[in-house]
């Protein structure tokens, strides 16, 4: 079976651009998480779709947003690129049943770096 | 909301032997899951074992077994006969176990960075 797949594995931009990464997840998980791991910061937790509804947003600005496709499939927009966007953003996906445990499988994860 | 602790920022292990990484979490609900979760070099971060709040007994993967604490809020990861490639970060994460708009989100502690010596 497929794990969680990402692309690009890497992305370099300069301020002012904006950044669109991909995440497909594993064959039949509805639920998509993105989460940034930033030198310093951690992980944090992004932005939650699950069934193609956007259900969660972190602690972070509008110009982060994203959607999820009828596949499941989700992209996150990063727009007005600042220099600490550069971070690692990963991918998760799951699959909620009732009286199961959620369980988050994550991507490889793309390296953005904004210069 | 809740905070996950992870208090050792390194530890050290020598190989084949066993090693004890920390993990304290605060948290008012009553059922939740905790995870382990290892991220190598690869940066790709891969389950190493999950708990389930309600569930009083440890969980055991093979070498790595948790000591689940729920009174004290404590979630230790225990990694027997220590190997070279079990050289990573560890990070271990929370998250409420009803699905609701509120918190599905995994919190994850700042991760502890385990060295294993040939």
């Known amino acids: 079976e497929a794990g969680v797949t990402q692309s690009p594995t890497h992305l370099i931009k300069t301020r002012g651009q904006q950044a669109t990464l991909r995440c497909s997840p594993i064959s039949g998980h509805t639920s998509v998480y993105w989460y940034q791991q930033a030198l310093g910061l951690g992980l944090q937790f992004l932005l939650w779709y699950d069934e193609g509804e956007e259900r969660n947003r972190g602690n972070f600005p509008p110009r982060f947003s994203g959607r999820q496709f009828p596949n499941y499939s989700s992209e996150l927009n990063v727009n007005a690129l600042e220099l600490e966007d550069s971070a690692l953003y990963l991918c998760?996906?799951?699959?909620?049943?009732?009286?199961?445990?959620?369980?988050?499988?994550f991507g490889p994860g793309t390296r953005l770096l904004v210069l | 909301a809740q905070t996950v602790t992870q208090s050792q920022p390194e530890m050290s292990v020598q190989e084949a032997e066993t090693v004890t990484l920390s993990c304290t979490y605060d948290?008012?609900?009553?059922?939740?899951?905790l995870f382990w979760y290892k991220q190598p070099p690869s940066r790709q971060m891969i389950l190493v074992i999950r708990?389930?709040?309600?569930?009083?007994q440890n969980a055991t993967e093979n070498r790595f077994s948790v000591n689940f604490q729920k009174a004290a809020k404590s979630f230790s990861l225990k990694i027997s006969d220590s190997q070279l490639g079990d050289a990573a970060m560890y990070f271990c994460?929370?998250?409420?176990?009803?699905?609701?708009?509120?918190?599905?989100?995994?919190?994850f502690g700042g991760g502890t960075r385990l060295m294993v010596k040939p």
């Open positions: 708990q389930e709040a309600y569930k009083q």
């Open positions: 948290t008012s609900e009553s059922d939740y899951y």
């Open positions: 998760a996906s799951s699959f909620w049943k009732t009286g199961g445990m959620e369980t988050q499988y």
């Open positions: 994460a929370y998250r409420s176990a009803f699905k609701n708009n509120a918190g599905n989100m995994l919190t």
